[in-house]
């Protein structure tokens, strides 16, 4: 995709908007190095979620699930935001009401300068009692005995596996967010893991312009307004070169409108 090929009807619908949502899975991060779950190279294509990512699976075999998580913190540990979550914290200085709401768990928009951040799915670097809910921001060393909380609860990441609630407030906050989204934009999402993937429905209802950024489509795709096909992090730095030049237009009194 070349800058030129990206609507000029987004570009002004983006200028007029207000309330800008940008949902990333984890295709966002690919270019970081972080794995996806599906598609080319997926997880899920080698391991099995419900072994890895279910409160059965965990319980059937602890360490084998510590074990994931502790290289999966070591990867996102060396990784970096790329192109992509910079363009997005670079986006939201435009707005007065721009989110991120993310499914991944890696902490990549938060390191790019994102603020205002919903992490629907938790976040790896911490860690909770499965019993009392209390929060373990400390490593947890893989060599050591299984850790328990002081309350006899075992200890677990802090992230939502198939078959879990969502964090209440977060996922409130998201569809909040969503509703009252004038462009809402899913960026790098297979867009099948529920609820994350009926934000950008909700949000196309109430009349959002609907945007998806992906290297291929989705049950989304036939959704959206506008499909933006690549890689996120060469598309939204060409989108945000795009509207900021408009901007600098509109204000150098060039513009139209
Ligand atoms: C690029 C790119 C580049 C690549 N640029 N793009 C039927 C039966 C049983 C359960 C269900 C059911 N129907 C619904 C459910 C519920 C279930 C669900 O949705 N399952 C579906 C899979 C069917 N959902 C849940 O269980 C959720 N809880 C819930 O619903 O509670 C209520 C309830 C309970 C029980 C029953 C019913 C309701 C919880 C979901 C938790 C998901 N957890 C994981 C692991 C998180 C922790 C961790 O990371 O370790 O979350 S699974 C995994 O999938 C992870 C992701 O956040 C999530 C979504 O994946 P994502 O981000 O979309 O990534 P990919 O890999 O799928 O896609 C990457 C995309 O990027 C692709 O499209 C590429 O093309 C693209 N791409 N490079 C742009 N450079
Ligand atoms: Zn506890």
Known sequence: MTINEIPQSLIDRLRRARR???ATGAGISAESGVPTFR??????????PEELASVDGFMRN???VWEWYQHRRDLMSKVAPNPGHHAIAAFEKHFPDAVVITQNIDGLHRRAGSTRILELHGNISRNKCFDCGRLYEREIDPDAELPHC?????????????????????????????????????VGTSAVVQPAASLPLVAARRGACLVEVNVEPTPLTPVADVFLQGKSGEILPLLLERFEARKRQIVAGDGTT
């Open 20 to 22: 800008v949502v940008f």
């Open 39 to 48: 598609g080319e190279g997926g997880i899920w294509n080698k391991m099995r």
């Open 62 to 64: 602890p360490n084998l």
């Open 150 to 186: 002081g309350c006899g609860g075992m200890i677990r990441p802090d992230v939502v596996w198939f078959g879990e609630m969502l964090p209440h407030d977060i996922l409130q906050a998201a569809f909040e967010a969503s509703e009252a989204a004038e462009v809402f934009l899913s």
